[in-house]
């Protein structure tokens, strides 16, 4: 057992600069830590969070900067870091409100009568919301009641649409939360959902678990771990373009072309992202005079990796892995994917919020943050 006086943390930023990353390292057996911890290098003092979970216990900073090939070397101590608020989480009837250093970011909405769970709104740089609230039947513009903000789903699963709200529609129904953290660096939010058909026959299990991160209020960013399960039969998932793992709404405001659409090859707007393949996927343009946007980043261990994006001008965003006949027809190919009985898949993304666009927001480098992380390791002294 160390004490954490004489526990160093080493970071290593590789070959890409660092800032504001968020970082979290396994600790070696044995290691005994504080909830709380402070990491110190030079007149550096950052916050620290250990959090306990099956797979042990998990350093958790974010990095402030740190020049690409360079290492800094912390001292990890007892007692917090820099003041800050962190993040934090609270329940109410059928909802969690997420606040980052004390000013409302989310509300992670679950009621009952919902067709699935979905974060909304998602606050931005000065207080902005980036993603579309949802508007009353009638009201002008309205259209696609199913576009909640950011949500999970897909549109034919068994043969069940769990995308659209039409009659007959499938369901996500939230089932019960079995972990809630909040603390100086992250909070996270572990959920049991099941998908299920219309006349509420289960399709499928799924444990979802909703990361978000103390990042400065110029960028936000929240990861996204979803684990699908199947119980004694397959569950096929079927082409169409209907549907996607994770899912955005943009606030109007900055549908293509008053904003701009680019993806991690360079496409812009509709015509030339609509069907492509893309490690990431960006959304940018001027909500209330500022200047902002909101991308969603595919890892490389997903299925179909690198993902397809069903984006188009009028503000929605999603990755969708399935709908390949309509994202590329004169291949001849088809997206369907059956799952086995009695198995499991993870999809993993991050939602990341910027100010500017994709450059300014420097969209490329929370990518690799989210990929290809700094090195960090934790040794005891002597």
């Known amino acids: 057992m160390s004490a954490p006086e004489s526990l160093r943390l080493t970071v290593n930023a590789g070959p890409h600069a660092r800032l504001n990353t968020p970082c979290y390292l396994p600790l070696p057996a044995g290691t005994e830590l504080p909830d709380v911890v402070a990491l110190v290098a030079g007149k550096t003092r950052l916050p620290g969070q250990v959090e306990r979970g099956p797979d042990g216990r998990r350093l958790h900073f974010i990095l402030d900067r740190l020049s690409a090939g360079q290492s800094k070397v912390f001292r990890i101590q007892a007692g917090a870091g820099s003041p800050s608020c962190g993040v934090g989480l609270r329940k109410g009837k059928g909802s969690v409100s997420v606040a980052i250093n004390g000013q409302l970011f989310t509300r992670y909405l679950h009621q009952p009568d919902l067709a699935r769970p979905y974060l909304s709104p998602i606050t931005g740089p000065d207080g902005v919301e ?18 909640r903000s950011v949500w999970v789903a897909h549109g034919l699963v068994n043969g069940t649409d769990n995308w659209s709200e039409e009659e007959g529609h499938g369901r996500t129904v939230h089932q019960d939360f079995e972990a809630m953290t909040s603390g100086p660096v992250t909070a996270a939010i572990a959920e049991r959902c099941e998908w299920v058909a219309a006349a509420g026959r289960r399709i499928l299990n799924e444990d979802r678990n909703i990361r978000f991160y103390a990042l ?8 996204f771990t979803i684990t699908l399960k199947t119980g004694e039969d397959a569950v096929l998932f079927g082409d169409t373009k209907e549907g996607g793992m994770l899912s955005v709404r943009v606030n109007p405001q900055i549908n293509a072309p008053a904003g701009t659409i680019e993806n991690s090859f360079g496409g812009v707007n509709e015509d030339e992202t609509w069907g492509k393949r893309a490690h990431w996927c960006d959304y940018s343009g001027t909500i209330d005079g500022v200047h902002a946007g ?65 450059a300014r927001g420097r969209v490329r480098e929370a990518y690799h943050d989210y990929v290809n992380p700094p090195h960090c390791s934790v040794a005891s002294e002597g």
């Open 294 to 358: 909101i991308a969603i980043l595919d890892h490389p261990r997903n299925l179909g990796h690198p993902v397809y994006w069903h984006v188009r001008n009028y503000g929605l965003m999603t990755a969708n892995p399935f709908g390949v006949s309509h994202f590329e027809p004169e291949s001849g190919k088809r997206g369907d994917w059956v799952m086995p009985a009695q198995s499991d898949v993870t999809f993993r993304y991050r939602l990341y919020v910027h100010a500017g666009d994709a």
């Open 216 to 223: 400065p209020e110029s960028m936000r960013c929240v990861d």
């Open 130 to 147: 980036m993603t579309r609230r949802i508007e009353k039947r009638g009201t002008p513009g309205y259209d696609h009641a199913h576009h």
